[in-house]
């Protein structure tokens, strides 16, 4: 039985937060902030499963996504506050938006204006790499980070749950090699069951696979993690850092691609 876990975000700009992976970051959530919209379901999203519904809310509007954040960054800046990076997290997939393109182009110049040395990342579960604006608009983003969660179908089903019956391993790996060099992807590492499924990324099986997907794909930096949050399946396992390292350091002598482990 899941946890009655419910979106993590009530609003379209959030924080800065101190993310372990990015620094000080202000995130933009271009989900509704009073429910979720994913292309998928994962097991560990920290803002809950998709059954919680959509909310009433709806998907902010690119107007108001760039009055906000300028709002925020003007003031910020006024205050002398520090900003490594700028996040497109949230609730849910933000590639989902249909203005995301002219979203990235917006904030990527109020960047520009009042905190040039901060990055912009889009944190995505690759789902929306197909379509080539949005392909496009990911490569203008400094940190272009990518989810694979498992090179094996049947894994990345169970953990992933993707919406699409289309959406495959095989593809998904196929379409990430056009960010060769210049995308980074990350892998969450867990253990568990579901439903009576067991659940683990971390068998030879499933590092053997990963590691024959990133020398495909061939990106820039490779990011494994594990849980952080209480999840929605309460029935999962975080990898410490220990080993976690370990299958780092596997990974990056068989592929010669640099391991951030988080």
């Given at each position: 039985m899941g946890k009655d876990q419910t979106v993590l975000f009530h609003s379209t700009i959030f924080g800065p937060i101190h993310s372990r992976r990015l620094g000080v970051s202000l995130g933009i959530n271009l989900m509704p902030d009073d429910g979720k919209v994913c292309s998928f379901d994962c097991l560990y999203c920290e803002a809950g499963f998709n059954s919680q519904g959509k909310g009433s809310t709806g998907l902010p509007l690119r107007d108001q996504v760039r009055a906000q954040l300028e709002g925020k960054l003007r003031a910020m800046h006024a205050n002398g506050d520090p900003l490594d990076v700028i996040t497109f997290s949230g609730n849910g997939e933000p590639t989902l938006h249909p203005d995301?393109?002219?979203?990235?182009?917006?904030?990527?110049?109020?960047?520009?204006?009042?905190?040039?040395?901060?990055?912009?990342?889009?944190?995505?579960?690759?789902?929306?790499?197909?379509?080539?604006?949005?392909a496009e608009a990911l490569k203008k983003a400094d940190n272009n980070i990518l989810k694979l969660d498992s090179a094996i179908?049947?894994?990345?089903?169970?953990?992933?749950r993707p919406n699409s019956k289309d959406f495959t391993v095989e593809k998904v790996i196929d379409t990430l090699c056009q960010f060769e060099g210049t995308g980074i992807i990350q892998t969450m590492i867990l253990r568990g069951t579901h439903e009576g499924n067991k659940i683990d990324n971390t068998t030879d099986e499933e590092i053997q696979a990963l590691i024959a997907a990133y020398k495909k794909i061939r990106p820039r930096e490779i990011m494994i993690y594990s849980l952080d949050r209480s999840t929605p399946e309460e029935n999962l396992i975080k990898v410490e850092k220990e080993e976690l390292t370990q299958i780092g350091r596997r990974i990056e002598s068989a592929t010669a691609i640099p391991v951030q482990v988080n």
């Amino acid at each position: 039985m899941g946890k009655d876990q419910t979106v993590l975000f009530h609003s379209t700009i959030f924080g800065p937060i101190h993310s372990r992976r990015l620094g000080v970051s202000l995130g933009i959530n271009l989900m509704p902030d009073d429910g979720k919209v994913c292309s998928f379901d994962c097991l560990y999203c920290e803002a809950g499963f998709n059954s919680q519904g959509k909310g009433s809310t709806g998907l902010p509007l690119r107007d108001q996504v760039r009055a906000q954040l300028e709002g925020k960054l003007r003031a910020m800046h006024a205050n002398g506050d520090p900003l490594d990076v700028i996040t497109f997290s949230g609730n849910g997939e933000p590639t989902l938006h249909p203005d995301f393109p002219h979203i990235i182009e917006d904030t990527l110049a109020l960047r520009d204006k009042f905190y040039p040395k901060a990055k912009v990342s889009v944190l995505t579960n690759s789902t929306m790499i197909f379509k080539p604006e949005v392909a496009e608009a990911l490569k203008k983003a400094d940190n272009n980070i990518l989810k694979l969660d498992s090179a094996i179908e049947e894994t990345m089903r169970l953990i992933d749950r993707p919406n699409s019956k289309d959406f495959t391993v095989e593809k998904v790996i196929d379409t990430l090699c056009q960010f060769e060099g210049t995308g980074i992807i990350q892998t969450m590492i867990l253990r568990g069951t579901h439903e009576g499924n067991k659940i683990d990324n971390t068998t030879d099986e499933e590092i053997q696979a990963l590691i024959a997907a990133y020398k495909k794909i061939r990106p820039r930096e490779i990011m494994i993690y594990s849980l952080d949050r209480s999840t929605p399946e309460e029935n999962l396992i975080k990898v410490e850092k220990e080993e976690l390292t370990q299958i780092g350091r596997r990974i990056e002598s068989a592929t010669a691609i640099p391991v951030q482990v988080n």
